[in-house]
């Protein structure tokens, strides 16, 4: 890993900030990899041979708009960019050697699965989504998937060259927005956050739209128009914009005059707020799914429980 970079403070450190660039090289990356029966006891082993790279900039400004005696100001901001690529899966392990430029990553099984929708593919990100392209629906109400090689019939597999990678779950870019205002005896803050690019894969909307499922159980209003009676598979139909902007923080306090007294210093009275409202056009219940390093990412699915909205009113007193 190599890491570099500066911070600065300008016009009388009314503008504070940092920017700091890296670039970082991991290597022996553990995966379950598909290998023959005989010799080997069982069809899949456990490796250590791929190799990824993250390049990314990140950078923070802080300027105070305002400083007098009564009122104080400051607005503050921070964006990062990160890229990453998958450089090599193949390599070899106790001498037999494992040769491959995709993995499947990420499933779903709901409705139209179970399907493999998220691949580890050399040259591109973590978990980019490997799909059919959607092509319409048939007057029988089957999904119709685009001929992408042109050989006259659709091929089925994770490896098919009607497949095409449609969309990339890491967000181009991350940011946050920060405000802190104090006016005599008040105080206030904020925190916005948000990422920007990213893709879902919606395999709740996958599994509530699909007419077989809709019969059967609960299903989407939309499912009324928009369900198929057969959908062939990990089609990009499903696939979704992931970008939002989120109130994550809104602290407000108000600090009560305290006479001459022989044992409090203090009181302030706050009110504090978290998630209070997302800006974003995906469709289902939060963008801001389940994550992790194992199984994928950028998949929608039924072990996901949304993230909730939190009030909470406090007395902070302080004691001589």
Same mark, same amino acid.
């Given at each position: ?6 911070? &600065? ?6 503008? !504070? ?32 041979? +791929?190799?990824?790279? $993250?390049?990314?900039? *990140? ?15 400051? #607005? ?11 450089? *090599? ?18 499933? %779903? ?6 399907? *493999? ?8 990100? #973590?978990?980019? &989504? ?10 029988? +109400? ?6 992408? $090689? ?13 497949? %095409? ?16 205002? !104090? %006016?005599? $005896?008040?105080?206030?803050? #904020? ?16 599994? &509530? !739209?699909? @007419?077989?499922? #809709? ?9 009324? !128009? ?15 914009? +992931?970008?939002?902007?989120? @109130? ?24 504090? +707020? ?13 963008? *801001? ?23 909470? &009113? ?7």
């Amino acid at each position: 890993m190599f890491n570099a970079g500066i911070d &600065f403070s300008l016009i009388n450190n009314k503008l !504070t900030g940092s920017v700091d660039a890296y670039d970082g090289k991991t290597e022996n990356m553990l995966y379950y990899y598909s290998v023959p029966v005989p010799p080997n006891l069982v069809n899949t082993l456990l490796a250590n041979v +791929g190799t990824m790279s $993250n390049r990314g900039i *990140e950078l923070a400004l802080n300027y105070k708009l305002i400083q007098k005696k009564d009122i104080t100001l400051s #607005v503050g901001g921070n964006i990062a960019k990160n890229i990453n690529k998958i450089t *090599e899966l193949s390599g070899s392990i106790n001498g037999q050697k494992l040769i491959t430029d995709s993995i499947s990553w990420g499933s %779903y099984s709901i409705g139209v699965g179970p399907g *493999e929708a998220s691949y580890l593919i050399k040259g591109q990100p #973590v978990g980019v &989504f490997f799909l059919y392209k959607h092509a319409g629906v048939d007057a029988n +109400g089957n999904q119709v998937l685009a001929d992408l $090689n042109k050989d006259g019939t659709i091929t089925e597999g994770p490896r098919s060259g009607d497949r %095409y990678i449609a969309g990339n779950p890491q967000p181009k870019f991350t940011y946050a927005f920060t405000g802190n205002l !104090t %006016y005599k $005896n008040w105080d206030a803050s #904020v925190l916005l956050r948000g990422v920007q690019g990213n893709k879902i894969f919606s395999g709740v909307q996958a599994g &509530f !739209t699909h @007419l077989p499922n #809709v019969v059967k159980g609960n299903g989407f209003v939309d499912a009324a !128009t928009n369900a198929f009676n057969l959908a062939l598979g990990p089609s990009d139909y499903w696939l979704q914009d +992931g970008s939002f902007l989120r @109130l994550e923080n809104l602290n407000v306090g108000y600090k009560i005059p305290v006479g001459p007294s022989k044992y409090i210093s203090s009181v302030r009275l706050s009110f504090t +707020g978290s998630n209070l409202f997302v800006i974003t056009k995906y469709k289902g219940l939060d963008p *801001e799914i389940r994550a992790d390093g194992g199984g994928g990412f950028g998949i929608d699915g039924t072990d996901f429980y949304p993230r909730t909205r939190n009030f909470a &009113f406090g007395v902070n007193v302080i004691f001589k």
